[in-house]
């Protein structure tokens, strides 16, 4: 064969192959991202976590190939929205209108204060936009489910568990303290002294109003109730009051700095009743040099810690703590939020919101933070209905009892209630000089 011959031909095979590809379909242009909005304040450690849960959720579904959406799959775009919810709540819910109509977000996972909160969620109900909550803890969104359901149907707690909830954590663990002080103090009806911050939120979780209902069913006696300011820094005279009561446990409520005087004074003055309640103070690995090494035997609720709640507890917690520096705060659970649209939308194969609601209505995840099963329509809360809330109990989501010992934190409850242990709980202590100051007494 000629040259000439060999490059006809050659030209022919490369305008049949031209001619072919001309004829296929051109490649679809890749299928936008799924745009999840993270609304919180973004300046605090509550907006802080949720935007650290929601990235590490975000990245690890990207790398595994994205959302499969239909046919399609589709990566994970997180839009950060500060929602200054901690100053204003008009800028919340500016916030969250600017996240829907500007920033065209598809979901929206976080939030934290319940006035702000309330006001967000009228925006997604106007808009019609699922909004995965991810550290509102008062039950009254819910509740308005339950009055309306058509128009507020778009809102899930996806954590933690409700305000009564967190009651109902917290008197648990109180009940085990007082089974400690009953078996090593030989006391029948354990004495407790209750100290609450004098904040708004306290109001708003109706917890005076708990406690006293909860804790003479559980055995015990209230004292005497305490209410500091958030910014108190000397407690000597309420510890005073409180030895000269001859109380065995302090209930203690604080979620700001109050927590680190208490904790410093407590163990300073070695006041001789055992401390649990919720102490957010304690929930941070800096809280052992806050006051001044006096961490050990406090003892408060929090949402997580690495023990195996679910099989992706402790990966999720030890990445966080390697990736951060921190543990994670409750509002991390922005985590889960992601993982749970994710399947929603897989199982819907769309990004409808009505489609969507129906998958997370019917949704079993065990996440990070526990087992996730939303109530259903006509569940009932001390007589209200509460749908679209995170199911609490023994097999569900159930929070935790947390003591820090040795300089470290341990999850301390449950342990064997109703037949829970979480792998790596340790048995809760009493204080030494709680014990020794009591057995002197006798």
């Given amino acids: 064969m000629t040259m000439r011959a060999l490059y006809s031909r050659s030209l022919a095979c490369l305008i049949v192959i031209a001619l072919a590809v001309g004829c296929t379909a051109p490649t679809p242009p890749d299928e ?3 745009r999840i909005g993270v609304i919180g304040p973004m300046e605090s450690i509550h907006g802080r976590h949720h935007w650290y849960g929601a990235t590490l959720a975000a990245e690890e579904i990207n790398e595994a190939g994205g959302v499969q959406v239909g046919p399609t799959s589709r990566q994970i775009e997180l839009v950060k929205v500060d929602s200054n919810e901690l100053e204003s709540v008009a800028d919340a819910r500016a916030a969250m209108e600017r996240a829907i109509t500007e920033e065209q977000v598809d979901f929206v996972v976080g939030g934290y204060e319940i006035m702000a909160a309330l006001e967000m969620q009228d925006v997604i ?3 019609e936009t699922v909004w995965l909550g991810c550290g509102v803890v008062v039950s009254e969104m819910c509740r308005r489910v339950g009055r309306d359901y058509d128009r507020y149907k778009y809102w899930f707690r996806a954590g933690p568990v409700n305000s009564f909830n967190v009651g109902m954590t917290t008197i648990e663990t109180l009940k085990m303290v007082a089974d400690e002080v009953r078996d090593e103090l030989n006391v029948e009806v354990p004495r407790v002294a209750i100290i609450a911050e004098d904040a708004p939120w306290v109001t708003d979780f109706g917890l005076l109003s708990f406690y006293q209902a909860f804790i003479p069913q559980a055995g015990m006696e209230i004292v005497d109730i305490w209410r500091p300011a958030p910014d108190a820094t000397d407690l000597t005279d309420i510890f005073s009051a409180i030895v000269d ?3 065995h446990i302090i209930l203690f409520n604080s979620l700001g700095p109050l927590g680190v005087h208490y904790a410093h004074q407590w163990a300073d003055l070695q006041v001789p009743a055992a401390s649990t309640g919720i102490h957010l ?3 941070q690995p800096d809280f052992p040099e806050a ?9 408060y609720w929090h949402s997580i810690a690495r023990v195996e709640m679910t099989e992706r507890t402790i990966p999720f917690f030890d990445t966080f703590v390697e990736r951060y520096d921190e543990y994670p705060f409750f509002t991390a659970v922005t985590y889960d939020g992601v993982y749970l649209l994710k399947q929603a939308m897989e199982s ?11 998958e997370l209505e019917e949704i079993d995840y065990d996440g990070a933070f526990g087992r996730i099963v939303f109530t259903p329509r006509g569940h009932m809360q001390m007589d209200d209905e509460i749908p679209h809330d995170l199911t609490w109990g023994p097999g569900y989501a159930t929070s935790l009892g947390m003591q820090w010992q040795d300089g470290e934190p341990q999850c301390v409850w449950p342990w064997d209630w109703e037949g829970v242990t979480y792998e790596g709980t340790v048995k809760y202590e009493l204080p030494p000089w709680v014990v020794d100051y009591w057995e002197t007494a006798d």
């Fill in 32 to 34: 936008p991202p799924v």
């Fill in 125 to 127: 109900a106007d808009h």
């Fill in 245 to 247: 009561g001859e109380a």
């Fill in 281 to 283: 103070a304690a929930m």
């Fill in 291 to 299: 006051t001044g090494d006096n961490a050990d035997y406090i003892t």
């Fill in 348 to 358: 819907a194969g769309t990004l409808d919101a009505e489609s969507i609601i129906t």
